[in-house]
């Protein structure tokens, strides 16, 4: 567990990690320098379960950088990432492992159950998505992961990983958005065999604190420096297809579409106008904050 200013959330989290069922485990909480008094919580409840182990980054290194310190001191066989601020449904590890080891994967995820104050309790991927094959295969992920697409996101999903699938592999720790996407790529990209459980076994909070479905100019912009480095691997692994030719593209509309919206917020509107004609297909973004707007007018008006 990845923690950062999760106070409020942290001790939900962590009983949903120690209510797994029929399976050894030990929680590791990894605070990310917090700011609030995350730390000590985590202290508190390590110190009445001998199963949580805490540790802190020397400074605040972003959710993978946090990660990568929870892999290197991990003592089991599978690595469960959950955030601070989600949940577990208490059967999901013992399900999980058991799927992947009928399936002969060694990375398996489940479906989204997405809550929140404001959110109606729903199914990312809801109930009638299925993968093409047995398992998600490169190019699966790839048509899954195009950004700002109707279809829901597979880069989202929460997936329990083989210890032996990160001997030499970790987390980009300068992504503080995609890192896990960035991750499972370089994974199937390493002969990873990935697997879908179709249960929503993961319980996603979804809240204004969430950084996860908000892109800024500068995210945008390490996840096209990121996306240059996986790109350079799909190409070299002779691995390039339409899918990720429509996924890699679509990165770079979105970076360009979250600069020209934080250029017009900054009252900036030469920059705004040039990141577009760098892009021009990211125009057609702009539906999207048109769309919301009209519907808060019209949902004001009724």
């Known amino acids: 567990m990845a923690c950062y200013n999760a106070a409020a959330f942290l001790k939900e ?19 990310d320098h917090s700011t609030d008094n995350s730390f000590e919580v985590a202290n508190e409840l390590a110190g009445k379960d001998s199963r949580i182990r805490v540790f802190q980054t020397p400074e605040n290194a972003g959710p993978g950088g946090a990660r990568n ?43 989204l159950a997405v809550f929140g104050d404001e959110v109606q309790s729903q199914r990312h991927l809801g109930k009638d998505f299925e993968t093409p094959s047995s398992l998600i295969t490169l190019d699966d992920y790839f048509a899954g992961t195009v950004m700002f697409s109707a279809k829901p996101n597979l880069g989202f999903l929460k997936p329990i990983i083989h210890r032996r699938l990160l001997h030499a592999i970790r987390y980009r720790s300068d992504l503080r958005i995609g890192e896990d996407d960035e991750l499972v790529i370089r994974l199937l990209l390493a002969g990873a065999k990935y697997a879908y459980h179709p249960q929503a076994l993961y319980h996603y909070r979804k809240h204004d604190a969430s950084i996860s479905h908000r892109l800024s100019a500068e995210h945008g912009a390490l996840m096209v420096r990121s996306e240059e480095n996986i790109r350079a691997k799909v190409h070299s692994a002779g691995e390039t297809s339409d899918a990720y030719h429509t996924r890699y593209h679509s990165i770079l509309d979105a970076a360009a579409f979250s600069s020209s919206v934080e250029a017009l917020k900054s009252k900036d509107l ?26 808060r007018m019209i949902g004001k008006a009724q």
């Open 13 to 31: 989290a962590v009983s949903s990690a120690l209510s797994q069922q029929d399976i050894t485990l030990e929680v590791l909480i990894i605070d």
């Open 69 to 111: 310190v929870g892999i290197e001191q991990m003592r089991g066989d599978w690595y469960a990432m959950l955030d601070c601020d989600d949940a577990f449904a208490s059967e999901r590890c013992r399900k999980l492992i058991d799927a992947a080891n009928l399936s002969g994967a060694d990375m398996i995820a489940d479906d």
């Open 270 to 295: 030469g920059s705004a106008i040039g990141a577009i004609l760098k892009r021009p297909s990211a125009l057609r973004h702009y539906a999207m904050p048109i769309a919301a707007r009209w519907n």
